[in-house]
């Protein structure tokens, strides 16, 4: 009988299909009837996934059953129609007073595994409980002796927690579990060249279609909002730090904010374009053209401890334009044209390095003991103190925009779509997209 569990369909078919070679149309006796009337023990579900009390879980995860005998698969059911609680397996967010509707089934382990799909993503920071029914039985028609159900079930992960924007009002992300991106609705068509985090509040910057500034921001990655900012002219980098939001922009604009809502222009003393900002050491640094008017020896740095009194920093040996800060292991690291490094332990004093590429480097980040560059061609830089460099790294023959570190995943997006990497050297496609992303931030 037990062997005939698992092989009852095969030996159907050799059956079926010799008579028919033979050219003889032929019925088959319910061989398998008879053998597993033998069979009087009651199935047990003996596993479900996800497990319970696991948190947290993918929102786009499946659900699977797996039962200790082989199953009769027409009682095995789910509902497809809407969200009332029918079919033989269920998972419900309310204790079954309504379920979530499924769209497939699929059958493995040899009719003892029953995986089930939503038919959308999971709700975010929810708890959900999978049932199933007596009504399903195994092939020699012994039903569950009890009803099956998770006790504490499954926590679906929490809001999103990487945000990526771009052209043409682009905002993409992705919660802490799971690799699938969601396109959100930004409200704008405006281009958006930086994201940050802080506050528990997204902030996104850009410029709209008239070249004026803009500003979104969510609390949950999802809805935003437009921020009235006031400003003729685009905005291209944020960050947030000492409580307080800096976004820098355009012909030297600086703005900040206590609640990415109310917006106070800041004096910056150069009227040159600024790129990028990042904090670190309690010191705000903030990168762009290095013109900057009758400051001599300026290499497009600017400094500050709380965003409204800022101090221009020179150096003697480049005239290259930067575009990405970030600090990490003591040390800030800002990048530029022509394979510009500097690196400085308290953003006073710059120090050149030496990185062997000339391509023009744009984003920088620094996570699992390293630093991570991304650039307009086929290399990302990595180093582990900022001084020396190691160019081996192949991201994407197209211009990667800006890098982020969090949960064990460097992040990087460009005109090519998102790259994943764990070790910021091996890189993956984890999203193709036909405009151009220019921003990304983790929430810490």
């Known amino acids: 009988m037990e062997y005939l569990k698992s092989r009852r369909s095969t030996i159907r078919s050799n059956i079926e299909s010799r008579y028919s070679n033979l050219g003889i149309s032929a019925t088959i006796p319910a061989f398998e009837s008879y053998a597993f009337k033998l069979d009087i023990t009651a199935p047990t579900v003996s596993s479900s996934t996800p497990a319970d009390s696991t948190n947290p879980v993918a929102i786009d995860t499946n659900i699977s059953m797996t039962f200790s005998e082989v199953m009769d698969n027409s009682t095995i059911t789910m509902n497809t129609s809407n969200t009332s609680c029918s079919g033989t397996i269920q998972v419900s967010s309310d204790n079954f007073s309504n379920c979530i509707q499924m769209s497939s089934l699929t059958v493995s382990n040899s009719n003892k595994t029953f995986t089930v799909t939503p038919s959308s993503s999971l709700s975010y920071s929810t708890t959900y409980k999978i049932r199933v029914t007596t009504g399903v039985k195994d092939i020699a028609g012994n039903t569950l002796s009890s009803q099956y159900e998770t006790s504490s079930g499954f926590v679906s992960t929490t809001l999103p927690y990487y945000v990526v924007v771009g052209n043409s009002g682009t905002i993409l992300t992705r919660p802490l579990v799971g690799t699938s991106w969601t396109t959100r609705t930004s409200g704008t068509s405006s281009t958006f060249y930086g994201v940050t985090y802080g506050n528990g509040l997204y902030v996104a910057v850009g410029s709209t279609s008239d070249s004026k500034g803009a500003i979104l921001t969510s609390s949950d990655g999802i809805s935003w909002t437009s921020s009235t900012s006031d400003v003729s002219t685009g905005f291209r980098g944020a960050?947030?730090?000492?409580?307080?939001?800096?976004?820098?922009?355009?012909?030297?604009?600086?703005?900040?904010?206590?609640?990415?809502?109310?917006?106070?222009?800041?004096?910056?003393?150069?009227?040159?374009?600024?790129?990028?900002?990042?904090?670190?050491?309690?010191?705000?640094?903030?990168?762009?053209?290095?013109?900057?008017?009758?400051?001599?020896?300026?290499?497009?740095?600017?400094?500050?401890?709380?965003?409204?009194?800022?101090?221009?920093?020179?150096?003697?040996?480049?005239?290259?334009?930067?575009?990405?800060?970030?600090?990490?292991?003591?040390?800030?690291?800002?990048?530029?044209?022509?394979?510009?490094?500097?690196?400085?332990?308290?953003?006073?004093?710059?120090?050149?390095?030496?990185?062997?590429?000339?391509?023009?480097?744009?984003?920088?980040?620094?996570?699992?003991?390293?630093?991570?560059?991304?650039?307009?061609?086929?290399?990302?830089?990595?180093?582990s103190n900022g001084t020396t460099w190691n160019d081996s790294a192949k991201g994407s023959s197209s211009t990667l925009w800006e890098v982020t570190y969090g949960n064990n995943i460097f992040v990087a997006v460009g005109t090519s779509g998102i790259l994943t990497s764990s070790d910021g050297i091996s890189w993956t496609s984890s999203y193709s997209w036909g405009g151009w992303l220019r921003g990304v931030t983790f929430k810490e």
Not at 295 to 303: E, F, Q, V
Not at 310 to 335: C, E, I, K, M, Q
Not at 361 to 370: D, E, Q
């Open 239 to 383: 960050a947030y730090g000492n409580s307080t939001f800096v976004i820098v922009g355009n012909d030297g604009k600086i703005l900040t904010s206590s609640n990415g809502t109310s917006w106070t222009a800041r004096t910056s003393g150069r009227s040159t374009d600024l790129y990028g900002i990042t904090y670190g050491n309690n010191i705000f640094v903030a990168v762009g053209k290095t013109s900057a008017g009758n400051i001599s020896n300026s290499i497009g740095i600017l400094t500050s401890s709380d965003g409204t009194s800022w101090d221009n920093r020179t150096h003697p040996t480049s005239s290259s334009d930067l575009h990405g800060a970030t600090y990490g292991n003591s040390t800030f690291v800002v990048t530029g044209e022509s394979g510009i490094i500097f690196t400085s332990s308290d953003g006073t004093t710059w120090t050149k390095r030496t990185s062997n590429v000339s391509s023009t480097f744009f984003g920088v980040t620094y996570g699992n003991s390293t630093f991570v560059i991304v650039t307009g061609g086929n290399y990302v830089l990595t180093s």
